[in-house]
């Protein structure tokens, strides 16, 4: 069966420090996979999305970036955090298909002080 | 702005209860998905119904589309506490993009 793996679960990082999240997918393969960030109390905004190796979709300009090195890894990355930063980061997985259904990992939690 | 908007924003019931939520898009569609989230979690899939569908049950859940209206319903029946959640509803547009788009969200809150 598929899974989908996010870490840190949790992460605390002063202002203008780099961050690196990465999310990694099993048991399937050439996936599509997205980043989104959920402020407290809202909805999802989804920041990138990947259609293949090397291949990122920007939704939203910001002070991050994403990178897919390999098939089933998704990684979110920034230079220089801002305090706008802090949130709740979640990755997905689907696979085109009949049902085309949408997985999500569990998430981090990134506190920006 | 956001293609699903779920309605009521906030549902307090007590356990046993039936919970309805709604959620309504602006565009056509090819699918819509349903999503519960626990407080500090990731999404958990509950139901994906496609635009020629009109309704899906699973467990207690029971999912409704309604594509003249641009809505879909989600029944909980005979709540638990451990309903108690954020439900989400998703939509990928009939363009073929297989980007979802979430709305704001029902919070519930089902009491002992």
């Known amino acids: 069966s598929q899974t989908i793996h996010q870490w840190p679960a949790t992460l605390v990082q002063p202002v203008g420090s780099p961050l690196s999240l990465e999310c990694t997918v099993e048991?399937?393969?050439?996936?599509?996979l997205y980043w989104y960030r959920q402020a407290a109390g809202r909805g999802l905004q989804l920041l990138f999305y990947s259609v293949g190796i090397g291949q990122i979709s920007s939704e939203v300009p910001q002070n991050l970036s994403a990178s897919r090195p390999q098939d089933r890894q998704f990684i979110l990355s920034s230079k220089k955090l801002l305090l706008s930063d802090s949130g709740f980061y979640l990755c997905?997985?689907?696979?085109?298909?009949?049902?085309?259904?949408?997985?999500f990992g569990p998430g981090t939690r990134l506190t920006v002080l | 702005s956001q293609q699903g908007e779920e309605d009521p924003q906030a549902l307090s019931i007590q356990e046993g209860e039936n919970a309805t939520m709604n959620c309504s898009y602006k565009?056509?569609?090819?699918?819509l998905q349903w999503y519960r989230q626990n407080s500090g979690r990731g999404l958990v899939h509950l139901i994906l119904i496609r635009s020629n569908e009109r309704e899906k049950h699973s467990g207690r859940l029971r999912v409704t589309l309604d594509t003249s209206k641009k809505s879909s319903s989600l029944l909980i029946t005979a709540s638990r506490a451990a309903d108690t959640a954020s439900y989400f509803c998703?939509?990928?547009?009939?363009?073929?993009?297989?980007?979802?788009?979430f709305g704001r969200g029902t919070s519930l809150i089902v009491h002992p």
């Open positions: 565009t056509s569609i090819n699918n």
């Open positions: 048991g399937t393969s050439n996936p599509n």
């Open positions: 997905a997985w689907r696979v085109l298909s009949s049902y085309n259904e949408q997985f």
């Open positions: 998703a939509t990928d547009g009939s363009g073929g993009s297989y980007i979802p788009t």
